[in-house]
């Protein structure tokens, strides 16, 4: 490992040892100070959402399906005295096809059409280390791991939400990880939305404990001063939010326990809760997990700190990954959802079924939705082929909506 890399073990990837979390794809090789990646990813999408024609579309219309290439590239070098810097940028290109109007790196985050060939600088970050204390400075992606309400994922290889933050990471106590946050904006392509009123951002402490035998104890706590990102009337209000886990391996099987809680000042706004429980196990090539969740009727979402923008950790996520990045509103909810893989042919066939029930203020009655697919490599390329399916069941006079999605997208790491 060249010495450069020594800083994404610092300042990042410790960030981490909270449990068996993959990083963020593309993750920098080992024997590199520079990464990067080629994707395609190409969405052919079916909506029929009963009369309500503009939301309404056929496989194979233009206006709904999505398709993007793109290139990563990436750096990250030791300038010295524990100084370093890290940069990644990233481009995306239809190359003028006409076969689709939307663009596939944002496709889960906004059913919008988009610019089919741009590019962003989408980290730029200096680090500094000593001890076992590691600082990074700047546009940066922040992992799952510990910041399960403001983290980033990627798509076609393009960090869909990168974060303005300074983080903090310690190891001093045995077997935990402390860190320390403040993040100021978030940035998905061409937009970068400003955290608080008066860029106040959002202050983060998270914990990370592996002291007893083959479990992981894991806490986050959220504060959002002056949040201007849920309408009001009586301006921008505090948020504040704790997300906690536990989870534990048992010969084959490992279990794990989940709870979120959202609260604020904002007038008329009910505190949110979400408590979830999953079981899984593996058997030879064969692994399964179930989840069962709830969520209350409260009135803030389980994305980013109440707010509902970006993304969710949540476990009990019904459709998470299906359609979009999680059904985390602030309804009443009851979910249930089991995922399956089976290692063959030399890839890994897997498939997914996801069923909530929403309470009564809700548009829809209940919501089912699955997904299978097949992922496999060919000469370093690796590919992924799968199809997408929910139903939701509308009620008090909205209509029924059912969504289908075949993707297809493939993927080379250098």
Do not use: C
């Not at 479990?215 to 706590?221: H, I, K, P």
């Amino acid at each position: 490992m060249k010495k450069g890399l020594l800083l994404s073990v610092a300042a990042t990837a410790v960030m981490f040892a909270g449990g068996d979390i993959v990083p963020v794809e593309p993750a920098a090789p080992a024997t590199s100070d520079f990464w990067g990646q080629i994707g395609v990813r190409y969405d052919a999408n079916d909506v029929d959402f009963g009369s309500l024609t503009p939301a309404n579309s056929d496989f194979g219309d233009e206006e709904n399906n999505g398709f993007s290439t793109a290139i990563v590239l990436g750096v990250e070098k030791q300038l010295g005295a524990g100084f370093g810097f890290g940069a990644e940028v990233a481009g995306w290109t239809d190359f003028g096809l006409d076969i689709a109007d939307r663009v596939a790196v944002d496709n889960e985050l906004a059913a919008i059409a988009g610019d089919q060939t741009s590019a962003e600088v989408s980290q730029a970050y200096l680090t500094y280390s000593f001890g076992n204390t590691a600082f990074k400075m700047g546009r940066q992606a922040l992992p799952k791991a510990v910041s399960p309400w403001a983290w980033s994922d990627r798509s076609v290889g393009v960090i869909d939400i990168s974060y303005d933050a300074i983080v903090a990471v310690n190891t001093d106590i045995a077997n935990t990880t402390l860190v320390g946050a403040w993040v100021a904006n978030a940035a998905n392509i061409d937009d970068t939305i400003h955290l608080g009123d008066d860029n106040n951002g959002i202050f983060m402490l998270a914990l990370i404990n592996k002291s007893l035998e083959n479990t992981t104890l894991s806490m986050s706590a959220y504060y959002f001063p002056k949040d201007n990102l849920i309408p009001s009337t009586t301006g921008p209000e505090d948020i504040w939010s704790v997300w906690a886990a536990a989870e534990t391996n048992y010969d084959t099987f490992h279990f794990g326990l989940q709870g979120a809680y959202v609260d604020g000042d904002f007038n008329g706004m009910d505190t949110t809760y979400g408590i979830a429980g999953k079981i899984g196990s593996s058997w030879g090539d064969f692994s399964a997990e179930g989840v069962v969740a709830y969520i209350n009727d409260g009135d803030y979402s389980l994305k980013t700190a109440g707010t509902g923008a970006g993304t969710s950790g949540f476990w009990g996520n019904s459709f998470g990954g299906f359609f979009t990045n999680g059904d985390t509103v602030g309804d009443d909810q009851t979910i249930v959802r089991v995922d399956m893989a089976y290692n063959v042919f030399g890839g890994k066939l897997f498939g997914g079924l996801g069923y909530v029930d929403y309470g009564d203020t809700f548009a829809f009655d209940n919501g089912f939705g699955g997904r299978i697919g097949y992922k496999f490599t060919v000469a370093g390329v690796n590919a992924n082929v799968e199809y997408r399916y929910a139903d939701y069941s509308g009620q008090a006079g909205v209509p029924d909506l059912t969504k289908q999605r075949v993707r297809v997208e493939a993927y080379y790491k250098f």
